[in-house]
């Protein structure tokens, strides 16, 4: 990976960063529906069922360290057995966050098969994309990943340029090794080609009401993400609160994501439990 590729991506690590809020005026509008962290969701075509909200582990994770990996193996554990114990089935993780222990501890005290575990590889050969399922699957102690995505494609022709990756991905896919892929988006350019390909089934992308650390404004990205679910893709969101810049918004940012009738499930980071009960109790208050 070039260097000034790696930072480029690093800086839009996953989660939120309780950053300060910036001004913006969005209006309240009926929701379609009610909705809470614990809903149980399928994402998209893939047939995986799961709640609504991710437990991300990695609020600005790169270099396999993040905010929530500082917390040690057994620090974000609980924070996920926590999470779990709220109804929340769904974990995001990545090799860049180096939270794969952390995941694999947590997952020692659960039903496998009632959890979803997304994870992200940043390689782009065939080669390299079976090296990171064996090893994934060992640091997280699991026979198989529910979800892999190519982490931070940016180029337009990204689906052209990688086709050994995805290759291997999907031989992967067939084995059993994984359940679902997709990739996870840092340019509108490569977010209109993953909405238009046929071998994504899963696209992680950034949304929020104010285009913070987003690919391009908020009604651009929408539109190419409704045109990804009506082509059957599962559509999770991401930088829902703006890297911390809708911190005192949360609300409003929550109502938005919800509004959109657009996101199957979407991840935040919570570095505690405070923050993570908080969290899910918003959604719950919003969403009523």
Not at 203 to 229: C, F, K, Q, W, Y
Request: proline residues 3%.
């Amino acid at each position: 990976m070039k260097r000034r590729h790696f930072f480029q991506c690093a800086a839009a690590g996953l989660g939120a960063a309780w950053l300060a809020p910036k001004t913006w005026a969005w209006p309240a509008v009926p929701l379609p529906g009610k909705f809470s962290a614990s809903d149980i969701v399928t994402l998209g075509r893939t047939g995986i069922k799961t709640s609504r909200l991710a437990c991300g582990t990695g609020t600005v994770g790169s270099g396999h360290h993040s905010h929530q990996s500082a917390l040690g193996v057994d620090g974000l554990a609980d924070l996920l057995w926590n999470g779990y114990d709220h109804g929340l089935r769904f974990f995001d993780t990545a090799d860049s966050y180096g939270t794969h222990p952390h995941v694999a501890r947590a997952l020692k005290r659960l039903p496998r098969e009632k959890v979803t575990v997304l994870t992200k590889s940043w390689k782009r050969d065939a080669e390299g994309v079976r090296d990171d399922i064996d090893r994934f699957r060992k640091e997280l102690d699991t026979d198989y990943l529910d979800i892999l995505l190519m982490h931070c494609l940016t180029e337009e022709n990204w689906a052209e340029k990688y086709q050994g990756a995805m290759e291997a991905i999907s031989e992967a896919q067939e084995k059993g090794m994984i359940r679902a892929h997709g990739c996870s988006c840092h340019s509108i350019e490569a977010l209109r080609t993953a909405a238009r390909s046929p071998w994504v089934q899963v696209i992680l992308s950034r949304v929020n009401p104010i285009g913070s650390h987003m690919d391009a404004d908020p009604d651009t990205v929408v539109s190419v993400l409704r045109e990804g679910r009506a082509n059957g893709k599962a559509i999770i969101g991401m930088k829902i609160l703006g890297q911390g810049d809708l911190r005192n918004r949360q609300d409003e940012a929550l109502r938005y994501a919800l509004s959109l009738d657009l996101l199957h499930a979407f991840t935040i980071g919570a570095e505690n439990r405070a923050e993570q009960e908080d969290l899910i109790r918003r959604i719950q208050a919003v969403g009523a």
